[in-house]
């Protein structure tokens, strides 16, 4: 097997005393979207902020194309092409769409026209609401606006923090076609999700963490099918189980 | 008794309640030991209660049948005639008329015009009652103009706020002309704005095609029809008045004006400039640049424009030059004592730059105007559904917020050596330094959404560092090193930077109220230090001996700066130019960009690449260097400081004016921080000492409550606190229902 575009190596992350993360090992290949999932607490949000710079590892290394990446700042990881959208959309609210989009080209002199132009075909939502505050949009534009933000940095890494968060199920589906077709232009993906069954439908692969560790690996179909997570996320009877 | 009634009654009673309040505020706040209930009983129970309490009544009715009332305020002119009508009433009840005539106030004048024979019968009706009468009259005819829609009444109220603005003007004049002597007072100037500002709700009502619209519309309507038509009317008016009427040159009481100069010095030996200037020059310039730019603004051709800007310019070139030349000969030749070049000159030399200066920006407006403006007055469809501008801001028509800040201009450029010396001695020392220091403090607070309570402390930096810089602490120098003032503002800017990263390096990582606290504690420190580093800052003596003013000088070119608070004025207002200028591009540079992108959330910003901790720490230098720059000017110009002169107190009051102006508005910073400086210094004649900073808050209080952004505020604050309220309103409107988003 060849080596992963992201190789996450036995990293534990400790807030103060508490250990969030107790040696956690994973890959991401290219081209591939994988899926953390877990229930709250089990370390999803804090195995992406490390990964995308926000938090450091004590112990562990994770590598980028075979490049040690921790303990570099956030802010330079995007240069390498690791951009993160962070939980809870978090888009600049008093910004138009446009200029929230431009945010996310900061680290280029100037924005990409073509690529501008390639995230509004992507979300024509966005196209129309382009002159708007963004904390005017609906929760779902936001979220859209926020990967849009993110695609602006021409990310080769994309790491989704929640995109479902928070909204209806017919808008979870849209935004999960969407990050399809825009893992389908090359785009590698790392996704955090709670709703395990479309996160599972659309990953090649998938982890699942408890209170820091990483207790299941498989491909999407094989976790989807597993009982432990139809049980656990899915909210199936475990009584088939035991 | 029903629920309704006793909501009535608790109503009416909190109003009477507010009406005690108010006369407590009015009445005198001292006690004393004989009588510890003199305040109150002379508040409470004397007869001005009544009014008090009528007020009160007056504001529960306004209350009480708000809804009957509001449709009428929606009305085109209404603001105009309220604002026009309170600006006259305090010009007749707060300011100065005459400056030679006792406390100088409306009252004392009026009564001493009143008393006096011999005075022009026009001036003693106007101080006799007609003043009143007139606001009166025309306040009526426009009210009813609004109520009944009939066009004629606006017409007839905005003939007769001219023939007020007049009659006002010369009556001033006569009583002026009869005591003799100087006068700077402002009243009946103030007094002409506000029946211009009637003149405008005039207007609006007689010329307004809706029944209902908003005065804003309408006034940018007025202002758009021909941008930079207003600032060549406003300079046509300051134009005439001051060359036909206004002193020139009045050295011991002499008060001559612009022909009466001519004769003056016919023969003297004046240079030929000036002389021609005296005689012709003066009223061609003027009359010429006058129809140039007119005729610009009103067929909009540009090239005519900028002949009529270029001319203006010229013009108040040759002006300053000929006030020169005569108040410097006048000296020469000793007429009445006069005392030297820039001495002894009345307003009207000034007031004559203002109005050409205005007449050559209307043309400069005109040249610049958009020119697609001719049939579409830009008003985009939010702002007339929402009464408002998408961006906030007042004035949307083509041009107008130029002319606006072109009358800024004006003012900051003539008023000052008009005024007497108290004026300029705030206007230095008050509004100045702080304007300076709020537009600095405006990156930290407003940009970059840092709350620093401790920024006067790099103030008092740059002010030790000059006192080092020039010798005059105990601690010297070495003597290679020793400077003019003004050579160590680079110095005092890298010092305050360094200070700005040392303190921020270790803090900034904290976040809101730590940050707070933290700078807060970091400008004690520096003032404590300063009193207690006996050795090195002389403690709470301030420096050893007096910071030299500042001099420049180029060899062919030298400029001492002395005790006259004009030359500081103006090397403020070369400071202030050069931060704003620098500031607004930073304002629109990536560096802007990523504040902007921080203060509305950091994690984002951290998202996309901004590298959060160096450019907030970017804000907290740069915020700080510019409050060094303050703090040399203000060691050189004041010569003696102490630490007290850094107080906390002083850091918060910067803020405040941060706050008050409207946070992340350059304009605002500006306006925020004269405004607030100019107010104590204005009502320490208008109100008891004791009462001045009561009313101060007041009025932060109101602005808080009505305007919440700020005077002027920033763009983007302005969408957080109107455009936001309004989501759950178009939530449901702009997404269909089943659409799904």
């Given amino acids: ?242 | 008794m029903n629920r309704s009634s006793s909501e009535t009654l608790n109503r009416l009673l909190l109003c009477l309640a507010g009406a005690l309040v108010l006369a407590l505020m009015w009445g005198p706040q001292e006690g004393n030991f004989g009588n510890y209930w003199f305040a109150i009983k002379e508040s409470l129970f004397g007869p001005r209660v009544l009014v008090f309490l009528a007020l009160g009544v007056l504001a529960f009715l306004a209350m009480t049948f708000w809804p009957r009332v509001v449709p009428f305020l929606t009305r085109p002119g209404v603001w105009p005639m309220v604002a026009g009508a309170l600006t006259v009433v305090a010009s007749q009840t707060l300011m100065h008329w005459a400056d030679q005539v006792g406390d100088a106030k409306f009252g004392t004048v009026a009564s001493a015009a009143a008393n006096t024979n011999g005075l022009a019968p026009l001036a003693s009706a106007f101080f006799g009652g007609l003043c009143w009468a007139m606001l009166v009259i025309v306040v009526l005819l426009l009210a009813a103009g609004i109520v009944s829609g009939l066009r004629n009444f606006g017409w007839a109220a905005a003939v007769l706020s001219v023939v007020s603005a007049v009659i006002a003007y010369v009556s001033h004049s006569a009583v002026v002309d009869f005591v003799g002597g100087v006068d700077h007072s402002l009243g009946v100037y103030v007094c002409i704005v506000g029946y211009l500002v009637l003149l405008t709700a005039g207007l609006v009502v007689a010329m307004s095609h809706a029944q209902v619209a908003n005065t804003r519309r309408a006034v940018n309507q007025a202002l758009g029809w021909r941008p930079g038509l207003p600032l060549v009317l406003i300079g046509a008016v300051l134009g005439a008045i001051s060359l036909a009427t206004s002193t020139w040159f009045s050295p011991a009481n002499r008060n001559a004006t612009l022909a009466d100069t001519r004769n003056l010095f016919r023969g003297t030996g004046l240079a030929p400039i000036a002389v021609q200037y005296l005689a012709w020059l003066g009223w061609t310039i003027f009359a010429i640049s006058l129809v140039l730019s007119g005729v610009a603004s009103y067929r909009r051709i540009r090239p005519l424009g900028w002949a009529g800007a270029a001319l203006g310019a010229i013009g108040v070139l040759l002006t300053v030059l000929t006030l020169y030349r005569i108040s410097s000969i006048g000296a020469d030749l000793h007429v009445d004592s006069a005392d030297g070049p820039w001495q002894n000159l009345g307003a009207g030399g000034w007031m004559t730059c203002a109005a050409l200066f205005l007449i050559g920006a209307g043309g400069y407006v005109a040249a610049t105007a958009p020119r697609h403006s001719e049939r579409t007055v830009e008003v985009d469809s939010d702002a007339v559904a929402s009464g408002r501008s998408a961006s906030g801001a007042f004035l949307t028509a083509p041009g107008a917020v130029r002319s606006g800040l072109m009358v800024a201009i004006a003012v900051a450029l003539f008023y000052p050596p008009t005024a007497n010396g108290f004026w300029q001695s705030v206007l230095v020392s008050e509004i100045g330094i702080y304007v300076l220091l709020a537009v600095g403090l405006n990156v930290v607070v407003g940009w970059a959404g840092l709350l620093d309570l401790g920024f006067i402390a790099f103030y008092a930096i740059g002010s030790y560092t000059t006192a080092y810089l020039v010798g005059s602490l105990p601690v010297k120098p070495p003597s290679w090193l020793e400077m003019s003032p003004l050579l160590a503002i680079p110095f005092a800017v890298v010092i305050c930077l360094l200070a700005g990263l040392a303190l921020g390096a270790p803090t900034l990582r904290l976040r809101g109220d730590y940050l707070a606290i933290v700078t807060l504690g970091f400008g004690e420190i520096i003032r404590i230090v300063a009193v207690n580093a006996d050795g090195v800052t002389n403690g709470s003596q301030g420096p050893q001996s007096q910071v030299p003013h500042p001099v420049i000088n180029l060899g062919p070119v030298k400029i001492t700066w002395g005790l006259n608070q004009l030359q500081y004025w103006y090397l403020l207002l070369v400071f202030v130019l050069v931060v704003v200028l620098a500031f607004r591009r930073l304002e629109n540079s990536r560096i802007g960009r990523s504040w902007a992108a921080i203060r509305e959330d950091e994690v984002a910003a951290q998202a996309t690449g901004i590298n959060t901790f160096r450019v907030k720490l970017l804000a907290f230098a740069i915020g700080a260097s510019t409050s060094g720059v303050a703090g040399v000017f203000f060691a050189s110009q004041i010569g003696f400081f102490t630490p007290d002169n850094f107080l906390l107190n002083n850091s918060i009051l910067v803020v405040a004016y941060v706050v008050f102006g409207g946070m992340g508005s350059l304009p605002g910073a500006i306006a925020g921080a004269a405004l607030l400086t100019w107010l104590p210094e204005f009502l320490k004649d208008q109100v008891p000492a004791a009462d001045r900073q009561m009313w101060i808050g007041a009025v932060v209080l109101l602005m808080m409550i009505f305007r919440p952004g700020g005077l002027i505020p920033a763009r983007r604050r302005a969408v957080e606190l109107s455009g936001f309220d309004q989501r759950q309103r178009l939530e449901p409107v702009a997404v269909p229902a089943g659409e799904g988003l």
């Fill in chain 1, 1 to 242: 097997m060849s080596e992963g575009l992201l190789q996450v190596q036995d990293i534990e992350v400790r807030y103060g005393a508490i250990r969030a993360l107790k040696g956690v090992s994973f890959e991401v290949y290219e081209g591939e979207v994988v899926a953390l999932l877990g229930a709250n607490g089990a370390g999803k949000t804090t195995t992406q902020k490390t990964v995308s710079g926000m938090l450091q590892p004590a112990i562990g290394q994770i590598l980028f194309d075979g490049e040690r990446i921790d303990g570099i700042p956030a802010h330079k990881l995007i240069s390498m092409g690791i951009c993160h959208v962070p939980e809870g959309r978090r888009v600049f609210p008093r910004m138009t769409v446009h200029e929230n989009l431009e945010m996310g080209a900061f680290r280029f002199k100037r924005p990409d026209a073509q690529l501008l132009e390639h995230v509004l075909e992507l979300f024509p939502r966005l196209r129309e609401r382009i002159k708007q505050h963004a904390g005017t949009l609906s929760g779902g534009e936001q979220q859209m606006l926020a990967i849009g933000r993110a695609l602006m940095g021409k990310p080769r890494l994309l790491l989704l923090d929640e995109p479902s968060m928070g909204l209806a199920p017919l808008i979870v589906k849209q935004i999960f076609d969407i990050v399809r077709e825009i893992n389908s232009s090359g785009v590698t993906v790392l996704i955090v999700e709670q709703n395990a069954a479309q996160a599972l439908a659309l990953a090649n692969r998938g982890y699942v963490l408890e209170t820091g560790e990483i207790v299941l690996t498989g491909t999407g179909r094989e976790l989807l099918a597993d009982d432990r997570v139809r049980a656990a996320y899915l909210g199936e009877e475990i009584a088939a189980v035991s």
